[in-house]
């Protein structure tokens, strides 16, 4: 009855992981496509591997200890008086105390070299893209070639995107999984984050953070483009739009509730349209941005 049992635990279990593998789902923060994501999986493989020197040890000598002094075992020792092992306390402590401290150097090198604000080490000048999350729908301004979209952005491969991201409603998470770090949108205030795409692609892009019940179609495509030529023709497909986003007014039309919403493209919108939107909440940060504004003024 016993040996049943174990069997359909174990049964079960391989049903589960098998089903776990071949169920679709997308690992992508394991598949990156840019550095930043390539060094952000190294370190969660690296952090995986430093646990397990505990983890697997503890789930190995639980099995062993209930095999071990199981109730019909009666020919090992019976010592009722023991309480106390100078080794086990050094292995129990030592150990963790060894790991805890690899963790948190590789965990305090990483949040440094890996702050999202941080610029990305390039030859290539890097581009400018602003993004606004929407109920429930992602905005992205190009205040260099005065256009915009929605739920589509672009750029080119091998450049970086430097992301100015903020939001119209309830604050939002900006990720694009497999190119790396996700950022907070929040109404009033302008956040920073540096990206960059070193293989072409489309990648799916989302908010990894719930904002209500549209929150499910809350996603948008990025297009690693080739090369710079591929971005400036997709430019000139957007340039060929006949909708506009010209004024606030044109903005809050489009900025209401919306579930499920297509790509859309803004043949023209001028090149302060975001301070425009962070200028609408009273006690926003941007009472100190200038004309020349840099995002970290708004810190």
């Not at 119209?168 to 984050?193: D, E, R, W």
């Not at 019940?213 to 430019?235: I, R």
């Not at 859309?264 to 302060?272: A, G, K, L, N, R």
Request: charged share 15%; net charge negative.
């Amino acid at each position: 009855m016993k040996t049943s049992r174990y069997k359909n635990i174990l049964s079960g279990g391989f049903v589960f992981l098998t089903s776990l593998f071949l169920s679709g789902c997308q690992f992508a923060v394991l598949d990156p496509k840019g550095r930043i994501g390539v060094a952000e999986k190294e370190l969660i493989i690296t952090s995986m591997l430093l646990m397990l020197i505990v983890v697997i040890p503890v789930i190995l000598m639980t099995f062993y200890f209930a095999f071990k002094y199981r109730e019909s075992n009666t020919g090992e020792k019976y010592t009722p008086e023991w309480a106390h092992s100078t080794k086990i306390e050094l292995v129990v402590w030592t150990v963790p105390i060894i790991i805890i401290a690899i963790l948190g150097t590789i965990t305090w090198r990483s949040t440094h070299a890996l702050d999202p604000r941080q610029p990305i080490i390039s030859d290539v000048e890097p581009m400018k893209i602003e993004v606004v999350s929407l109920d429930w729908k992602w905005l992205f301004i190009y205040p260099d070639q005065h256009i915009a979209t929605i739920n589509e952005v672009a750029f080119p491969t091998g450049v970086p995107v430097e992301f100015h991201v903020t939001s119209n409603s309830v604050m939002n998470s900006f990720f694009i999984p497999q190119l790396g770090s996700q950022i907070y949108a929040m109404t009033g205030m302008l956040n920073k984050l540096n990206l960059i795409a070193d293989e072409s692609g489309i990648y799916d892009g989302i908010s990894s953070g719930y904002s209500g019940h549209g929150f499910s179609g809350m996603k948008f495509k990025a297009l690693a483009l080739p090369d710079q030529a591929s971005f400036d023709e997709w430019v000139q497909k957007v340039q060929g739009s006949e909708e506009q986003l010209k004024t606030l007014s044109d903005f809050q039309t489009i900025a209401k509730p919306s579930e499920n919403v297509p790509v859309s493209y803004y043949s023209h919108v001028p090149s302060d349209m975001l301070l425009t939107i962070l200028n609408q909440f009273e006690g926003s940060l941007t009472c100190t941005i200038t004309p020349e504004f840099s995002a970290e003024q708004t810190f």
